[in-house]
């Protein structure tokens, strides 16, 4: 109930095209979904983030699509650069306290 | 402002040992993380605190303590290291509010190996 399933494990896309990772999850209690992304030996910082009340969100060329219903949501990045290759997580949080459940993560490689 | 920060950034430890991660924001953000993270398993959540004096456990607690005597200062113990714990330790902090997107900002990030 607590778990956000994340795939695929890693993705290799060319200059230019579109990225899409999914997430799946299985507590509708859930109501905050961020994206974050890691760079080798950082931390991860929050890329963009959606409530449950929307079924879209874009900012720039990062888009989350989200299907309450099928309880699933994505990341699209559109027009992906060598500089979008890192590490991408989804999440899921709920309550006040918004506790982050964590996908397992999906490495991108952007090819020039 | 520095964030997010986290000494030390490396540690090698002997089975048995203990040691004190330590973490500061200087955001003055209420509510406080520690994650560990490991190869291919996501971020799990050790413990985390919603203010000063108050800590809970999260999903992955046995083998650790934590104390928030402070709003900035978030430290994590580990009282006997095991191999188990070999793992790269992240702290986060948040401010909580009402009908917010509510970030949670993540220090560097501690490298821990326990031989």
């Known amino acids: 109930q607590q778990q956000v399933k994340q795939s695929p494990q890693s993705l290799i896309v060319q200059k230019g095209g579109i990225s899409i990772i999914n997430c799946a999850y299985e507590?509708?209690?859930?109501?905050?979904f961020p994206w974050y992304q890691q760079f080798p030996g950082k931390g991860p910082a929050l890329l963009i983030a959606?409530?449950?009340?929307?079924s879209e969100k874009k900012e720039g060329r990062f888009t989350i699509s989200f299907n309450k219903s099928a309880k699933q949501f994505s990341l699209h990045i559109m027009d992906s650069q060598p500089g979008d290759s890192a590490t991408y997580f989804c999440?899921?949080?709920?309550?006040?306290?918004?506790?982050?459940?964590f996908g397992t993560g999906t490495l991108l490689a952007v090819q020039p | 402002n520095a964030g997010v920060t986290q000494t030390p950034k490396f540690r090698i430890l002997k089975i048995g040992q203990s040691m004190t991660l330590q973490c500061t924001q200087d955001?003055?953000?209420?509510?406080m993380y520690w994650y560990r993270q490991d190869p291919g398993m996501g971020l799990k959540l050790i413990y985390y605190?919603?203010?000063?004096?108050?800590?809970d456990k999260g999903e992955v607690p046995n083998g650790y303590n934590v104390s928030r005597s402070t709003t900035e200062d978030f430290p994590l113990r580990l009282e006997l290291a095991a191999p188990s714990q070999t793992s790269v330790y992240f702290c986060?902090?948040?401010?909580?509010?009402?009908?917010?997107?509510?970030?949670?900002?993540f220090g560097p990030g501690t490298r821990l190996t326990v031989l």
């Open positions: 986060a902090s948040s401010s909580r509010t009402s009908g917010s997107t509510d970030t949670q900002y």
């Open positions: 507590n509708t209690a859930f109501d905050y």
């Open positions: 959606i409530r449950p009340d929307v």
């Open positions: 999440a899921a949080g709920r309550g006040a306290t918004n506790k982050l459940i």
């Open positions: 955001m003055n953000h209420n509510y």
């Open positions: 605190s919603v203010g000063a004096g108050i800590t």
